[in-house]
Nanobody, 118 residues
Framework: VQLQASGGGVVQAGGSARLSCAASGNAFNINAMGWSRQAPGKQRELVATIFDRGSTNYADSVKGRFTISRDYAKNTVYLQMSSLNTEDTAVYYC?????????????WGQGTQLTVSS
């Protein structure tokens, strides 16, 4: 599958933002979608995942502030972010995990920059 992320930009601390990521191609085998992020000088962090049956996982750093959702008809995953702080500044990457007959695989979208200004 191919993933196209959008959203991000510059947001003031305390504000909100929403990221979107649309999957195209053969999305039939997608069993999870999510977001990771990488801040300058830091390792990539898994932020949120939504599984095929709707269960979700969040990094401790975003619990209660970020909400991941998925529109199955549109093959699109969203990340609604609120109470943003400067620590949330990062490049955000969406991903999709697939359970193909040939074996599991994952695809990554291009990053989208989110900058939270103080």
């Amino acid at each position: 599958v191919q993933l196209q992320a959008s959203g991000g930009g510059v947001v003031q601390a305390g504000g909100s933002a929403r990221l979107s990521c649309a999957a195209s191609g053969n999305a039939f085998n997608i069993n999870a979608m999510g977001w990771s992020r990488q801040a300058p000088g830091k390792q990539r962090e898994l932020v949120a995942t939504i599984f095929d049956r709707g269960s979700t996982n969040y990094a401790d750093s975003v619990k209660g502030r970020f909400t991941i959702s998925r529109d199955y008809a549109k093959n699109t995953v969203y990340l609604q972010m609120s109470s943003l702080n400067t620590e949330d500044t990062a490049v955000y990457y969406c991903y999709a995990a697939e359970a193909r007959p040939s074996g599991p695989t994952s695809s990554w979208g291009q990053g989208t920059q989110l900058t939270v200004s103080s």
